[in-house]
């Protein structure tokens, strides 16, 4: 029952990792310490895509019987949190690969105006995570009372 509160705790640090870009665009200064951010976000992120990976293959896809049948409630709340999970893995972990991999001022240029694209759905997703781990964690607490 721990991976309720590993979960709940993961999501809600993804999720303050991701919020930030929600500034980013308003402010000037903002941005310029979110760039100090990008290789924690980034390595971060690719632990985070893989683990929400792992997690909906085999925590869901060999369970889902258990998850859906048993607590229906709970198996859409863990297919949303490893959704979410994985596209914030990859929308974190996005910058740092493009930077890592490539060496090519061209690449470069258009990995980064595709990463700013994407960011919009940073922020959103960044919330979803937060509320999504609160849940877990209130959920844990309210089923067994720690």
Do not use: C, H
Request: positive net charge; glycine residues 12%; hydrophobic residues 60%.
């Amino acid at each position: 029952m721990g991976a309720f509160i590993f979960n709940g705790l993961l999501a809600i640090l993804l999720g303050l990792l991701a919020v930030p870009t929600l500034l980013a665009g308003q402010n000037p200064k903002a941005q310029e310490m979110l760039s100090k951010l990008v290789p924690f976000q980034g390595i971060f992120g690719i632990i985070v895509l893989v683990w929400g990976l792992y997690k909906l293959i085999f925590d869901l896809l060999f369970n889902i019987g258990l998850f859906f049948g048993y607590t229906p409630v709970l198996g859409i709340s863990f297919l949303l949190l490893s959704l979410v999970q994985v596209a914030l893995g990859f929308l974190l972990g996005f910058g740092f690969i493009s930077k890592m991999m490539s060496s090519n001022e061209a690449a470069k240029a258009k990995s980064e105006e595709l990463r700013q694209k994407l960011a919009a759905f940073q922020g959103p997703l960044g919330i979803a995570a937060i509320v999504l781990g609160v849940w877990f964690i209130i959920y844990r607490v309210a089923l067994f009372g720690y």
